[in-house]
């Protein structure tokens, strides 16, 4: 079955420490990807997104994620973090299912806990 | 500013009750979505809607069924509830393969 897989449970950093959260899927046709981030009580939010062009694509907040194809992989990326981020990260694909409409697929998050 | 609205931010039901939880786009897309998001589970999606009276399964149909009757409003529909869809339900639309919008969670108590 298609499915979208984030490696970290739960991540736990000091401040100005460097972050990479792993995001793996597995469908094997194009796909659009994104990260959403879901800060305390608020809605999820947009970080970045690929749909094509440039494998390393910047996002809101310092936040980068790469694309490498040959891997199936999206990690996303901040060289250093504040307490700010503290929040839950979301890996999604956008990809066609077998019926040939677009699907919006969530990994089971990752949340992140900075501490000062 | 786009938005996504949904009709309830808390509601509380009893087992066996049929609950509708409704959800409105101001942003003309053609594609809604329905999930629930459950700690260490993430976003699972449970139907999705690709047009007006259009719709399909997700990885969780069970025990749900979906409306889409006009192109701004999608409406999930739990024809009988059960302690175990006590969740957070969350909508979104989209253009199809674009970014999604959320609307801001319904917490669903059954009890």
């Known amino acids: 079955a298609q499915s979208v897989s984030q490696h970290n449970h739960h991540v736990i950093l000091s401040e100005a420490a460097s972050l990479e959260l792993g995001c793996n899927y597995s469908?094997?046709?194009?796909?659009?990807l994104f990260w959403y981030v879901q800060y305390p009580g608020q809605h999820l939010q947009l970080l970045l997104k690929y749909f094509s062009g440039d494998p390393l694509v910047k996002g809101i907040k310092g936040f980068e994620a790469e694309f490498i194809k040959s891997k199936f992989s999206f990690n996303l990326r901040k060289p250093s973090v504040q307490w700010s981020d503290t929040a839950e990260y979301f890996c999604a694909v956008s990809a066609f299912m077998d019926t040939g409409r677009r699907a919006l697929t969530f990994g089971s998050g990752t949340r992140l806990q900075v501490q000062p | 500013d786009v938005k996504v609205t949904q009709s309830s931010r808390y509601l509380v039901k009893r087992t066996g009750e049929k609950v509708f939880l409704e959800c409105v786009q101001d942003?003309?897309?053609?594609?809604m979505f329905w999930y629930r998001q459950d700690p260490g589970l993430g976003l699972r999606l449970i139907y999705f809607?690709?047009?007006?009276?259009?719709?399909e399964k997700g990885d969780i149909p069970e025990g749900y069924s979906v409306s889409r009757e006009k192109k701004e409003r999608f409406s999930l529909i739990l024809e009988s509830a059960s302690t175990n869809q006590t969740s957070m339900y969350l909508c979104?639309?989209?253009?199809?393969?674009?970014?999604?919008?959320f609307g801001q969670g319904t917490r669903l108590t059954v009890v």
């Open positions: 979104a639309s989209t253009e199809p393969g674009a970014e999604a919008f």
């Open positions: 469908y094997g046709g194009t796909v659009n």
């Open positions: 942003m003309d897309h053609e594609n």
């Open positions: 809607s690709y047009d007006v009276k259009m719709k």
